[in-house]
C-alpha cells in the first residue's frame, strides 16, 4: 500500500499554466512544481515532456508524484508536446525532430530560470521513457541525467508495432487511440476563446498515423531514428533504466546496462506499465525516494550512496498459479554487480523427442503447423496491471497446439535470469513463417504458467533490414531470443519449451499455414541460471509514497472485461477486449472526462486470411465552454498479398457531430 505523505521539507507551489516559448513562436504549455523558497534557494529542475494531456489525463499520477518531488527541492516540469493538451502547434507522429528540438529548447529556458541552478533532468515513462533516452543522445549541454521508465532504446524491434519481425496487432489498438486523443480540443480555461480555433487546426491535421507506421515493414531510417541502440555512445550522461517484468519494455534495460559506457543503473520489478510506486501489480516500492536519491547526486552533487549500490537490480518472481490479473507477485530482489552479470551461466538443453535433454539424441522427425487460433489464452502484448484481465491463462490449451520439450522433475530449485534463447535448424513448406518459442512452468497438477516467449519472423532471420524469403524445403537455421525474465522454477516443477507457427491474437498470421519439421537433437536452447551468490544481501527499498492524489468525484465506475467467442459452427473465434474508465469529475479545476476502448479480433479456423482487428476509442472532456467527445475507430484486415487498413474519426460537440474523417490505405505484405 501507499503512504500519502501531507508535507514535506519544503513548502510546494503550483504554477499552473505556464507557457514556454519556442523560437518559431510556438508556445508549449506546462505545469511546474516547486518549493515556494525556489528563487532564494534554488533547486535543479526534472522534465516531462509527453502528449497525454496534463491536466486532464495523467494528471492521477502527476499529483501523485511531481509534488512529492518537488518538496523534496527540485522544480518538476510537466509539459504537453507540441499540439497536444494546452500547446500550440500540430502533433504529427512520435519522435519527432520537432519533439526533439522542443525538448532541447525546453531544457535550456528551465535552465535559465531565476528559481533554477542550471541543472536539469529528464524523465517520463513510456513515451516520456522513450524520449528522455532520445533527447539524451543529443546531449544538451544542461541535461545532466535520466530515469526512463518502461521504454525502449529500439522503435522497431521493441515497441507496439513489430516484435521480431512480425506485425503486432497493437499497432492498429495505438494508432486508434492516438487517432481520438490528438483531435481532443484544449483547455478553455487556460487558453481562453482561442480553444476552438486551435482544435479546428487540430481537426482539420488528423491522419491515422498507422499509415506511416505500416509503410515501414522492415528495419529502416525511419525506425531506426530515435532509436539510441543505433549509436549507445550519444549518450554519456547518467541514465537509469526501468521497467517491471508484467510491461512490454523490460528488455530494454538490460540491453542500456549492456550498451551504454556511463553511469548507469537498471531496475526490474514486478509492476506492468506502472510507476513502481503505484505497485500494479505490487510489491510497490519507494520509488519516489529512490529517484530523488539519483536527481540529488547526479543534479546536486550530493553524494547519496545510490551509485555505491548494485548496478541491476531484479525481481525474482516465485512460483504461482496462472491468473488474467495479479494483485501482487510473490518473490524477492536479487542484485548484480553489473549486467551482464558474473553471477549468471548459461545451461544448454537439447530438444529432443519431446523432451529437453542434456545431451542430444536422434528420433522421429517432428512436424509442426499449429492452427491460426493459437494464443487465445496467452493474454495480451504487455500489460496495465490494475484489474483489467491481460495476463495470460494455463497454457495446457496452448501447449496442446505446438510442439513440446519437457525436462525431467527438476531435482533442486534454480533461478533464471537473463534471455533465454534457441538456435533452431528446421525445413519449412512456406516462403513466409514464423516462429514462437515460450518456457512454461509446469506444476505437478499439469498447470502450465507461462513464464516468458520469444518470436521471430523468419524471413527476418538474417536481420531485419533486407529480409529473406524461405526455399521450401530447404534447411534454415535461425536463432530466436526470447523475452528476459526473472523466475524461480522449483523442485518438482518441470521447465517446458513450446513452439508453435501461429500467435494469434498478437502477432498477424503469415498468409498461408506452414509446416515446419524439425529433426530431434539438431536444436538448442540456452537458459540463463543465476548462481547463488554466498552472503549476498538482498536488496531494499523505502516503502512507496506519494503525495495526496487529485480530487475528484467518481460519476461512473471503471470496468473491465476480455470476452472470446467461438462460432463452433464457422470455426470463427473472437476475442474483445473492453475497457471502461469511468468518468470522473475534476473538482479542483472544473473538469469531466471519460474514456472507453473496445478492441475486437476476429479469425476463422484454417484460414488465415480471415484475421481482422476492429478498435474504436470514445473519450470525453468537457471544461469551461468546450464539451467534446471524440470517436476514433481503426479497422485491418488483409488478403495474400497487401493489408487493407480504413479508419475513421468523429469528433461531437454536445452531442452533435461538427467534424467527420475517414480513409483506407492499402500496402503491400513485404515478408509478412
Known sequence: MTIMAESFPRAVRCLDPVFIPMKDGTRLAATIWLPEDAETAPVAAILELIPYRRRDGTVFRDVKMHPYIAGH?????????????????ILSDEYTEQEFDDAEEIIAWLAVQPWSTGAVGMTGISWGGFNALQVAARQPSALKGVIALCGSDDRYADDVHYYGGCLLTEDAMWSSFIL???A???????????????????LEATTCWSETWMQHQRRDAYWQRGSVCEDFSRIIIPVYAISGWDDTYYNAVPRLMQGLSGPRKGLIGPWSHAYPFLGDPGPAIGYLQEAIRWWRHWLDGVDTGIMDEPAYTAWITEPHAPAPFYPDHPGRWVAEPSWPSPNISQRLLHLNEGALGETAEQGTSMRLSSPVTTGRDFGRYGGYGGIVPDMALDQRREDGLGLCFDTMPLSDDFDMLGAPFINITAVCDRTDAFLVAKICDVAPDGTSTLVTWGALNLTHRNGSAQPQKLVPGETFTARIALNHTGRRFPKGHRLRLVLTTQLWPILWPSPLIPTIVIEPGTCTLSLPVRNAVEGAIAPAFQPAESSPPVPLVELAIEEHRREIAIDMGSGRQSVTLTSDFGRQHLTDRSIITAARVVDSMHITESDPLSASVHTGWDLSFASGDADVTTRSSVTLTSDAKQFHLTWRLEAYERDTLVFEREGATCFDRDHL
Open 73 to 89: 527541492g527540485f522544480a518538476c516540469c510537466r509539459v504537453d508536446i507540441r499540439g497536444s493538451g494546452d500547446s500550440e502547434g
Open 180 to 182: 481520438g486523443l490528438g
Open 184 to 202: 481532443l480540443p484544449p483547455d478553455p480555461q487556460i487558453v481562453g476563446d482561442h480553444w476552438r480555433s486551435m482544435w479546428q487546426e487540430r
